[in-house]
């Protein structure tokens, strides 16, 4: 039989081609048919095979089981192909090659009415399942695409866990809730290994850091350094102070083989000042180094945030020379461009918040701390 299309029925006539390219209504390019379309319709949509002896080629699709799921819901094929815009003989079609595919037959149907056998009741529970989890398959793939779902591993030095990471977390889960993330406290000498390594996604780093031409690093919070110096030290009172003035001191220092470009710069600092410090005693945390200011093991030259955070009896002091800002940089490897790194960064780069903040005078800060500065910290 031949099958004249149209984009609402089918009529047949007789028919004689085998090809399969008059399944996709291409029968006027066929060069196996005699078949000339009666009508030109701007575009036909119905897909049949022609030949009632054609052989399928056994390959399920998605829209034969879809076709099967709707037939089972309504019981009905005039119904379902309404529902789906398709016509009877073609639905049928469907059906038909569904049933070769999977050996047995899945539905009765006779004058008055469809049914479920039970191997259609089987196949329909399966399907459906297989079919949603399709459904949810097809979703991840977008938004991984989009960088909205994956697992990132940061990495982030301990003053900027204080506030930095916490709020672009806080803010990038808000709109990316199916991100996970894996955060670790890291020295910043160990995120640039695993960075290089590729163990870590993205680090939250100490700048300066050096030459590292395989990572891509922006600056993500910068702010004024302080004196951190013990309450009962001479110079607490004082709101601000000059390097030079620090000559002879004991010294609390951060522990060069973490940081070693950060150690060098505070060492420059010093240096341009005329001050050569006595280091008594060196750590790799922040925290560690305001409890030995605090224990009078000597002062420190630390970030002024700091001190905001922690609970020790100490207080910073505002430095009145000319100096660099703390930095503190957002790194990834060069070689790492996953959608969910570039949708990360994206956002820490371009959040609202990273405007500057000011802190008032002599602000009085948990445990007894106090900061004697009214300097701009710019988290630009």
Known sequence: MRRRFSSRRVVQERDTCPNVCCAIGSLSSCSHADYTPAL????????LLCDKNYKYTHEMELRQIRSFLS????LHFG???DLIHLSQPALSLQIRAL????GVRLLERDRRKTTLTAAGAAFRDDATAALLRIEQAVRSARMAADGKLGLLRIGFISTAGNEIVPDIV???RESNPQVEFSLRNILTIDQ???????SLDIGFLRLPIGEHPELEVVGIHREPFAV???RSHKLAKRRKVRLRELSGQDFVMYERAYAPGFYDLLFGMLRDAG???????TAGQMPTLISLVDAGMGISILPASAVRHSVASVVACEIADAIPMSEIGLAVNRGNHTATVENFRSYALGRPGRTGRRVSPKRKLSGGSVVNNSSFIDHS
């Open 192 to 198: 640039i290994q695993m960075l290089d390594t590729g």
């Open 40 to 47: 030109s319709i701007c575009e036909i949509v119905c897909l």
């Open 275 to 281: 001050v050569v410090p006595n280091i008594s005693q």
């Open 99 to 102: 049933e070769e595919e999977v």
């Open 79 to 81: 119904r379902t192909a």
């Open 170 to 172: 806080r803010g990038f």
């Open 228 to 230: 951190v110096v013990p």
């Open 71 to 74: 037939i089972a819901q309504t």
